[in-house]
């Protein structure tokens, strides 16, 4: 395999000096990758899904809370970060997303903005700052796009069979990616909402990346492969396997 990527895998090194974040997690929530963020410094860990309905943020050296913040009227199960660390957006199981300002590493205690749309729980969401959007999945099986500085709604995306959606994610191009679990698809849209591509995955997806150039989105699985596709067309590239899940 000859074929060069932008990027590498490694091994985290700090894999054995794990540390405990936050409070315990709900009883019915399932920690995943849509549950935390961390700041460009890495020196910032933020999470969701505690069972007292807040988000945190605690030191990632040393797992020292910053702050917790309880506005959302159930468990927050989402958040995403935008790339300037000056935005956060939470997503809750009260169908609502609420729109933070970050200033100096600390949340404001009142949110910029309360969204709304979904009809059930949220269940993923991604930010993109140079777009001015961010991208939310619920279970009701619809994608609604909101725009960040003024918290207008733009439009709704269905999935086809109103699958329930498990993860999105904006490439900078403004393509959105979303998968569902229930089916094991993924979804390519435009960002009008138009449906691009699919493709089938084999794996339960567990993570998805795409990289900063919109040129490949990234996907991990319960059975351990890390898979390579084209944004573009979601051509497989390459795969490479693990022997653990990958998350």
């Known amino acids: 395999f000859a074929q060069s990527f932008p990027f590498t895998f490694d091994l985290d090194p700090n894999l054995s000096a794990r540390k405990r974040v936050g409070i315990a997690f709900d009883a019915h929530i399932i920690p995943s990758p849509a549950c935390f963020a961390i700041n460009n410094d890495g020196k910032i860990i933020f999470s969701c899904g505690h069972w007292d309905n807040s988000f945190k ?30 935005i956060l957006v939470t997503g809750s199981r009260d169908t609502t997303l609420m729109v933070w300002d970050v200033v100096r590493g600390r949340v404001e205690e009142v949110p910029r903005h309360v ?12 930010v993109n700052i140079e777009l001015d959007i961010s991208v939310s999945g619920s279970r009701d099986g619809t994608c609604i796009i909101h725009t960040l500085r003024e918290g207008e709604y733009i439009r709704s995306i269905f999935l086809p ?43 339960r997806l567990s993570h998805m990346v795409i990289t900063k150039d919109s ?7 319960e059975k351990g492969t890390v898979t390579i596709r084209s944004l573009y067309n979601l051509k497989f590239i390459h795969k490479f396997p693990f022997e653990n899940v990958v998350c």
């Open 161 to 203: 069979g109103s699958s329930p959606i498990s993860m999105v994610a904006i490439a900078s191009s403004g393509h959105i990616v979303t998968y569902s679990q229930a089916d094991l698809v993924i979804y390519l849209y435009s960002i009008n909402g138009k449906l691009l591509k699919t493709a089938d995955k084999s794996d």
């Open 115 to 126: 969204l709304h749309g979904h009809d059930d729980e949220i269940t993923c969401v991604a």
């Open 215 to 221: 040129e490949y989105i990234i996907t991990g699985g």
């Open 57 to 86: 943020l605690s030191y990632a050296d040393t797992s020292k809370q910053i702050q917790s913040i309880t506005r959302h009227k159930d468990i927050v199960t989402c958040l995403a970060l935008s790339a300037d660390n000056r």
